[in-house]
Every structure is written in C-alpha cells, then in structure tokens.
C-alpha cells in the first residue's frame, strides 16, 4: 500500500530525515537508478529550507507516471512560508546562494537531477518547489512530459498512510480527475481511497456518474469514501463533475471562482438516488481544484496570475500550504489536487 511521507524541516537533524523519505519512496517505488538523485534533491531542499527560509517543510507522495502508464513516480514538495526569492532564474544558476532567499544553493543540481523541477516563489510569502522522479529516465536534451492533473497528500498527525488519493486518467479525448476521502484514517481508509483510485483506470471511458456507479460496487468490501469526479472532454471543451460527499471542488472560470457540489453519501455504502453531473464550458485559462475536507471549509482560492498558471503540481501544494499554519493544523488527512491541461507557464523543467 502506498505510504506518504511529511518531514518537519526545523533543525539539521530533519535534513537527514528528508533524504530517508525519498530514498524509502524510491524503493518502494522500484526506482532504484534514480535513488542517488532524489536524495540529493530531498538533502537540498530541506537543507536551504532550513538555512534560508527559517524553516518548512516536506512531503514526499508517490503518484502515477506522467504519460499515465503503469508503475510510479516519486514526486518531492519543499514548501515554506519565508522571504521568497526575488530572482528566480537567477536562482536557478549554477553556484548561486545567498542567505537572503527562501530557496539558494542547490537548486542548479536539482533543475538538473529531476525529470521535472518546478518552483514558485512570492516575495514575502515563501516557495514552493516540487521535483518528480519518474519510472522511465527520459533522454537527454528531451523537455518534460507535460502532465496536466497533479496533487499533494498529507496524513493527520504526520501518519504514514493517507485515507486520501488522487489520480487521472486519459481515455480517447476524456480526461478525467479523481479524489477520494476514505472513512476515517489509517491503513482502512487508504484501502478505500486505493481501491478508487485502481477502479478510476478501468472505468476512465465513462462519463462521472457512471464512473461513480462502478466505484460504488468497487467500495463495498471497503469502509467506503467520500469521492469527487471531473472529467474534461478535450473536443468538445467542456467539463463534467458529479461528487458524493464532503469532497470539495472550485472551478475558475473567466468571471471568477465557483463552487462545485457533490451530493450527499457515502460511495461504497449509501449513494445518492439521483447523481446529477454538472457541465461547464472549459476555456483556455480554466482550472479546477479539487479538495479533501481535511482542507478548512473557507479557504480563500489563489489570484496570483503567476501562480494560477504554475504546474498543476505546484499549485495543489500552495493551496495545501496558504491554507494551514503552524496555528491552523490540517485537522485530517488532506489532498489537494488540480486539473490545468496546457499550461504555458514560467515553470521550469529539468533539461538534461
């Protein structure tokens, strides 16, 4: 079963603890070429998390490979509320550090060790970086595959397993994005948002509320889940969503945020007898978030024009890290997880 990993980043003694994740990730992921490079990129980022940012955090998640293959990637989060940096490409260089950034020293290799390396950062309100390592090693002088869903997962109480999950899955021209809360916590609840997750790509050439209809049967045995499904047809530029329960969904669309409602139940043990699937058209600039109820009820949805068009990756782990502080803890397990397919952005990828 799939374990998450969330390092406190306070004192040296955390750094190390940070390279144990990611090298506990690689293997339980079969990555083991790639173990040496993910240690290094985990020892960096805590490392400036530490010197230059008075500290953060990170979380290791393990999610499917970009072009949505079998086996998996190991995706790193280094996330902190400190000064931010104020020259990014900068930043970026070979042999750059100063103490006066959130994000220094190291970052050249880790541009260059990852498959894909993405960071934001915002003056006075910290950075965010993420770093994915993926099953297949793509040659060198190649960009980045493109991944157009990404997410982050955090456990309640630093927990190693997650009742919550994400996944996306691409069918013809259907894309579809799937969060599921299992019951509760602990390795039950991660059962059931596992067994959804599996369910999702055998049934991904179905609109939502079918697909809904086979995971409930699929959840059964289970605790069961709350579930959300959001499904772009590509050709037709429109988005389907249908949800049962506590699961959360924003949808920008080009005159602002709206909520989307999932209805009442439980997928797994009491679904709803009418599911209605809401469609939307789907511009260019929109982008959906999707959202466990371990996120507060009244978080405030990004307007940083910069940020709103980061990785998708990138975005799920500010929404995670804007809506808790130190004195506002996650009260559950929390995913996050965003669908922004094509985004042309000022992110950076590794190029090898």
């Known amino acids: ?5 969330e390092v406190p980043v306070g004192d040296s003694t955390r750094v190390r603890d940070a390279r144990t994740a990611a090298r506990e990730a690689c293997a339980q992921a079969a990555l083991g070429p790639r173990t040496a490079a993910a240690e290094l990129v985990a020892t960096e980022l805590a490392t400036n ?3 230059h940012a008075g500290g953060g955090r990170m979380v290791v998640n393990l999610v499917g490979p970009p072009a949505g293959g079998p086996g998996v990637s190991v995706q790193l989060f280094s996330l902190d509320h400190g000064p931010g940096i104020a020259d990014v490409p900068t930043a970026l260089r070979d042999g750059y550090t100063t103490a006066g950034v959130s994000l220094g020293a190291g970052l050249g290799s880790c541009l260059r060790s990852a498959d894909a390396f993405h960071l934001y950062s915002a ?10 390592f993926d099953p297949e090693r793509r040659r060198r002088g190649t960009p980045a595959a493109q991944v157009p869903a990404g997410g982050i997962c955090v456990s309640l109480a630093e927990a190693g397993q997650c009742g919550d999950a994400w996944s996306w899955a691409r069918s ?6 799937l969060l599921a809360d299992g019951l509760g916590h602990g390795p039950k609840a991660a059962h059931a948002s596992a067994t959804a997750v599996a369910e999702l790509h055998r049934a991904a050439h179905l609109p939502p509320g079918e697909i809904l209809r086979r995971l409930h049967t699929a959840l059964r045995p289970t605790r069961g889940a709350a579930v959300a499904v959001a499904q772009l047809d590509t050709e037709r530029a429109e ?10 969904a924003r949808l920008r669309t080009r005159e602002g945020w709206t909520s989307l409602l999932s209805r009442p139940g439980i997928v797994g043990a009491y679904f709803p ?20 109820d371990g996120l507060p009820s009244r978080w405030t949805p990004p307007d940083d024009p910069r940020l709103l068009g ?9 929404v995670l890290r804007d809506a ?10 929390t995913s996050v997880a965003v669908l922004a397919p094509d985004r042309r952005t000022s992110t950076h990828d590794s190029r090898l």
């Open 1 to 5: 079963m799939r374990r998450v990993w």
């Open 49 to 51: 998390l530490l010197r």
């Open 123 to 132: 003056p006075g309100r910290g950075t965010v970086a993420t770093a994915r």
């Open 172 to 177: 013809g021209a259907l894309l579809t994005l």
């Open 239 to 248: 988005l389907g969503f249908a949800g049962v329960g506590n699961a959360g």
């Open 273 to 292: 007898a009418h599911l209605p699937v809401r469609r939307m058209p789907w511009h260019p600039d929109s982008l959906l978030v999707l959202h466990s």
């Open 310 to 318: 980061q990785d998708p990756a990138v975005l799920a782990a500010a």
């Open 324 to 333: 808790s502080s130190p004195a506002r803890p996650v009260r559950d397990d």
